[in-house]
């Protein structure tokens, strides 16, 4: 059994900046695959941003230049760094991996970026 959990969303300003981790338990966390997923109400799940094992990373354009997305594995953590925030950003973020052919997701964080 996977369990994910977010942490570190909130309100913050435009050009604020925010830092959201995603604590794993379950599998070996070396061994998975992770990434950062956002929803707005009525709207589809869009990737964000994903890390392989390796720590290779991958940005959705939107995001790109402006987040960062890391992991340490030491903690089975994963962590999103959203710098330059931006109202469009405003969602709730989800960590996800798959493992052993399920999906699993987080209860997701919401981020609210308002002046």
């Known amino acids: 059994q996977v369990q994910l959990v977010e942490s570190g969303g909130g309100l913050v300003q435009p050009g604020g900046s925010l830092r959201l981790s995603c604590a794993a338990s379950?599998?070996?966390?070396?061994?998975?695959?992770m990434a950062w997923y956002r929803q707005v109400s009525g709207n589809q799940r869009e990737l964000v941003a994903s890390?392989?094992?390796?720590?290779?990373?991958k940005y959705a354009d939107t995001v790109l230049g402006r987040f960062t997305i890391s992991r340490e594995d030491a903690k089975n953590t994963m962590y999103l760094q959203m710098n330059n925030l931006k109202p469009e950003d405003t969602a709730t973020y989800y960590c996800?991996?798959?493992?052993?052919?399920?999906?699993?997701w987080g209860q997701g964080t919401q981020v609210t970026v308002s002046s």
């Open positions: 890390v392989s094992t390796l720590g290779y990373a």
């Open positions: 379950g599998p070996r966390f070396a061994v998975v695959p």
């Open positions: 996800h991996c798959s493992y052993q052919n399920r999906d699993y």
